[in-house]
């Protein structure tokens, strides 16, 4: 496994899920404190996500959790899996990724994706609609001129111009053909879909444009990874969240997390337990040397860059563990 993975850094996009019977402040706080423990297991990266108006989520402002995060930590890069462009200004994603990286000079990552609210109400509420994600590659293109100082106006984006802020495009849907054209670093999961991924991927190196950004493609591939002494408590890290995504896609809300024994004890209809099921299936999780061989399989796959770990759970205690051991696998 480590000549596999000499080569692959090994990151943590944290999504700052709530919990039941846990507040979403605690939520912001578990996010920061796990920040500062991956740092000291060697990770690479630590991101932090953005969601509006979802009762599982309390990271709604990620420029600013990024802020607390930099802040409690020494040397682990920071940065957003992501900023979701569409809704918001470039010139104002601009300039707080320029405070950002004028605060924490070489530690910020600027990870952007093309989604919009979560519910109408939500995308009402932010003055946007499912349409704005249309315009997705011209709102980049805008954002990185503020950086440049190529904005077609006389406006000067203080302190953006002239910083250097390494973007990342998440790439849902179009966001392959986006990140190629625009020559920038692209974040594509999850880890359950593998042919998709890989015809994402192909798809990016061969439509690859190089540029200022990067001179060559960078893949991050982004999934669920969960260890553990055993298959079955591995597996248990995972039904939390399984659960969640299923009751989401029947009932449309996303809750907080339920502990796994709850979850193993629930009644579902069968179209939950279909979702469910699929939630389950294809994550990489099982004992140290069942992910090692799995996480070989992914590399030798996708030639993959980067590997941006982005597991939940509601045993945080067992979640940290298995960052330490998927850290003693890949010898972060």
């Not at 700052?16 to 500062?36: F, M, Y």
């Not at 004992?287 to 799995?294: D, F, G, S």
């Amino acid at each position: 496994m480590t000549s596999l993975t000499a080569s692959t850094r090994f990151s943590v996009l944290d999504r700052s899920r709530t919990r039941e019977g846990h507040t979403a402040p605690e939520a912001l706080r578990d996010t920061v404190r796990l920040a500062r423990e991956v740092e000291e297991l060697g990770y690479h990266r630590f991101w932090v996500s953005e969601h509006h108006g979802v009762p599982g989520v309390a990271g709604s402002a990620p420029t600013v959790l990024a802020a607390a995060v930099a802040g409690a930590t020494r040397t682990i890069r920071v940065g957003t899996g992501g900023v979701m462009l569409p809704n918001h200004q470039p010139l104002v994603v601009a300039e707080q990724f320029g405070v950002l990286e004028s605060l924490f000079p070489g530690r910020i990552d600027m990870g952007l994706g093309r989604s919009v609210g979560f519910t109408d109400g939500v995308r009402k509420a932010l003055g946007r609609d499912k349409g704005d994600a249309e315009d997705f590659a011209a709102q980049l293109e805008e954002l990185l001129g503020w950086f440049r100082g190529t904005s077609p106006t006389r406006v000067h984006a203080r302190p953006p111009e002239g910083l250097s802020v390494p973007p990342f495009v998440l790439a849902m849907g179009e966001g392959a053909t986006i990140a190629a054209r625009a020559g920038l670093p692209m974040v594509i999961g999850d880890l359950r879909d593998r042919e998709r991924m890989r015809r994402g991927i192909d798809h990016y190196r061969g439509h690859f444009v190089p540029s200022p950004w990067a001179r060559e493609p960078y893949v991050v591939v982004s999934g669920t990874v969960a260890v553990a002494a055993t298959p079955e408590d591995a597996r248990r890290l995972l039904l939390p969240e399984a659960w969640s995504m299923a009751h989401s896609r029947t009932h449309g809300t996303f809750p907080p997390l339920p502990p796994a024994e709850r979850v193993e004890g629930l009644r579902m209809s069968d179209r939950e337990r279909g979702f469910y099921d699929s939630g389950l299936a294809g994550q990489i999780a099982g004992t140290e040397e069942q992910v090692a061989h799995e996480l070989e399989s992914v590399l030798k796959e996708t030639g993959a860059d980067e590997v941006l770990v982005t597991t939940s759970t509601y045993d945080r205690e067992a979640l940290v563990d298995s960052y330490r051991r998927l850290a003693a696998i890949v010898g972060s």
